[in-house]
């Protein structure tokens, strides 16, 4: 039997895993006039799950792991056997999560009584499906499934596909806790577990700072952590063009910030992509295009519109020159390549911020649009080099995904375009739009992480509208095209030095916005699941901004 005083320490074992001892309630930024809650510390309920799964049954009945005879292993009957190296790698990985650090600390026998708690010796994987898919990739149709048992003599993990068993490694070593001595103990427990929503990402710019490979890896890492699920790449803009295209090499030759040292290598990419693979993580890359492409132009002298002043050249350009035909044939051999390279179902095409000035300057577009009967309606242009430009990613046999201004703009979507909605003060209203019309949408309105702002931001981002991506007038029909949601960093004021911290744990409170149910609305148990799982993730190396005055047990050791 378990004392009252038992349950009391077992629950602040749970809760705040040897740690975050020392909280105080803030008062933080004003949201839209109101001021956020105060913060009560105490142990959550939950433990230190993070994002709360669906379904959770904890029990205060303990179980003990010793780094010597507990082991991962797939379970009689899985249709994953040792030859998938992806589940391979993950119990490897997860192993070292869970005992990497604390078995040379573990000091056995010390401080227990000879009668301690039972001991558990096996996490058994049971993948029930005939295909794992364990040389497959991720999709937004994946099954990200699980249940997890944890109970004498071994724990069961049964996950329909490989992706799914990934996410429920992730929970078991978030239920495993220590004590002072740095004896491992998990709890009977039972959950039930699955995304609310099938995309759920990041969005990353290597174009206005080039982010070295490993911190691109680091940030998969931390995703995979927090049950994140894709990767969107803005890999070239204005500024830079670092991706190194076989096809045309000139690109980031001129274009890149360094030809040689600020480039992304066909390696490097196949890098990211088997990286993400690994840990469940599409990559999607996004080449924006008709704006945003000062770089392009560089390489490729004739992709971009000459500018006029009066009847002559600036010599300056402007967005992509919609009316040759050199500039399809590039664009169809592009992204040609771009298929091929990257194996995503999906490419995010861009089409935001049309800069129309130029065009309007240009003699040659004005008498195009004359002939088109376009007016001086330059959004029809835009409209007319989107559609041509649709047309040909369509013959690559990828799905698009575009920004919402390419919707607005009435331009003829393939039935599977996936409308990404970032404009906020109108994000609701956009929402409803996209779906009536019977589009599929991401929301990423309300979580630009690189807007910063003192005190606890993370909670607007967990709590201030439309951080659901559902609140929107409309059909429930409308709303199962809602697939999810995407926090985005763009790189203007962020490098290596600053990315990750700036990121984590803020994106944290996204990737639960996106996985755990409507109703998980509790801030002050929010507060204190997120505070551990902070801790976690600087316990694996990630330097994770403190969301308060506080401590970890184990501090981030630098670099």
Known sequence: MTSPLQLALLLLALGFSRGLQHHYPDQADQVDGEAELELVAE?????????????????????????????????????????????????????????????????PGKGRRAAGPAVLTELQVWI????????????????????????QPYAVLKAPKVWGALHGLETFSQLVYEDEYGVKSINSTTISDFPRFAHRGILLDSARHFLPIKVILANLETMAMNKLNVFHWHITDDQ?????????????????????????????????????????????PEFDTPGHTQSWGKGQTDLLTPCYSGSKPSGSFGPVNPILNTTYDFMSQFFKEISTVFPDAYVHLGGDEVDFSCWKSNPDIQTFMDQQGFGKDFSKLESFYIQKLLNIVATTQKGYMIWQEVFDNGVQLKPDAVVHVWIGGGANDEMGKVTAAGYTTILSAPWYLDYISYAQDWQKYYKVEPADPQDFKGTEEQKKLVI?????????????????????????????????????????DTFNRLSVHRCRMVAR??????LFSSYCPREYKGV
């Not at 190194?244 to 090499?249: A, D, E, K, M, V």
């Not at 190396?541 to 403190?546: H, L, N, R, V, Y």
Request: proline share 8%.
């Open 240 to 284: 830079s063009f670092p991706y190194l295209s076989r096809t045309f090499p000139q690109l980031s030759q001129q274009g890149a910030y360094h030809p040689y040292t600020h480039v992304y290598t066909p390696a490097d990419v196949k890098m990211v992509v088997e990286f993400g693979r690994l840990r469940g993580i599409r990559v999607i």
């Open 541 to 546: 190396g990630i330097p994770a901004q403190p």
């Open 43 to 107: 142990p959550s309920k939950f433990g230190s799950l993070w994002p709360l799964p669906q379904k959770v049954k904890l029990s205060a009945v303990s179980l003990k792991l010793t780094g010597v005879s507990f082991q991962i292993a797939d379970a009689k009957g899985s249709s994953a056997g040792s030859g998938c190296s992806l589940l391979q790698d993950a119990y490897r990985r997860y192993y070292e999560y869970v005992f990497g650090g604390a078995k040379r600390q573990q000091q």
């Open 128 to 151: 029930t499906s005939p295909d794992p898919e364990c040389d497959g990739y991720p999709g937004v149709a994946s099954d990200e499934s699980y249940e997890l048992t944890v109970d």
């Open 484 to 524: 999810g949601g995407e926090a985005c960093l763009w790189g203007e004021y962020v490098d290596a030095t600053n990315l990750t911290p700036r990121l984590w744990p803020r994106a944290s409170a996204v990737a639960e916005r996106l996985w755990s149910a409507a109703d998980v609305t509790d801030i002050n």
